[in-house]
Structures are given as C-alpha cells and as structure tokens.
Nanobody, 123 residues
Framework: QVQPVESGGGLVQAGGSLRLSCAASGRTFSNYMGWFRQAPGKEREFVAT????????YYADSVKGRFAISRDNAKNTVYLQMNSLKPEDTAVYYC?????????????????WGQGTQVTVSS
C-alpha cells in the first residue's frame, strides 16, 4: 500500500504515555518517515522524522526529550513513543512518507499521508 495507516491514538491523562504505530508498504516504508500533528483551527505541525535505517532522527523543539521516533523495517512499521504528555499535545497525529532523501520538516516535503489518529491529553 502507498497510504500509511496510523494506530494507537486515544485518551490519556497529562503526564502519561502513549505509543503510536504507522504501517506502510515495503516500498514506501524504505524512505524517510515523519510524524505530524494538527489541532482544530491550526496548521499541520512537524513532530519528528526518521531516516531509512533509523540512524538519524530529528524532533520539533516542543517534543524534544519527551517523544521518541523509531522504526522496525522488518515489520514495515514506524513508532512514536510519547511520554510526559501535556494537554497541548492534543491533536490528530499523521504519519507521512517522504520519497526523497534527507531530513524534512514541512508537510509539502512529504508525499503520502495516513488518515490520522486522535490523541487527547486531559489535565
């Protein structure tokens, strides 16, 4: 499949943890993968990205130290481990595939998008 599929969203209390998963086809999964999020009335925001082999990662300042992106190429799956969650982390989280090489932080630099999974953090 070309379109990635996210899962793992839900409702969690502030300070808690959640792990999101993103499944993609073997071909598209061989590229750079990214996580974005979007709250109602706001622009889509970069969260994290990971290289083909997982050797390079990059995070938005807002999540650095709290979130961790990883991938398991054997399972064609990328993960976003979210710890110390805050109410401002509440958003729809999207997994995206980038067909070109290199770190990218803008939505326009990604080519295929999942439908998103809702993450709600209560205070």
């Amino acid at each position: 499949q070309v379109q990635p599929v996210e899962s793992g969203g839900g409702l969690v209390q502030a300070g808690g943890s959640l792990r999101l998963s993103c499944a993609a086809s073997g071909r598209t999964f061989s590229n750079y993968m990214g996580w974005f999020r979007q709250a109602p009335g706001k622009e889509r925001e970069f969260v994290a990205t990971i290289s083909r082999t997982g050797g390079s990662t990059y995070y938005a300042d807002s999540v650095k130290g709290r979130f961790a992106i990883s991938r398991d190429n054997a399972k064609n799956t990328v993960y976003l481990q979210m710890n110390s969650l805050k109410p401002e982390d509440t958003a729809v989280y999207y997994c995206a595939v980038r067909i070109h090489l290199g770190i990218a932080t803008m939505p326009a630099e990604y080519d295929y998008w999942g439908q998103g999974t809702q993450v709600t953090v209560s205070s």
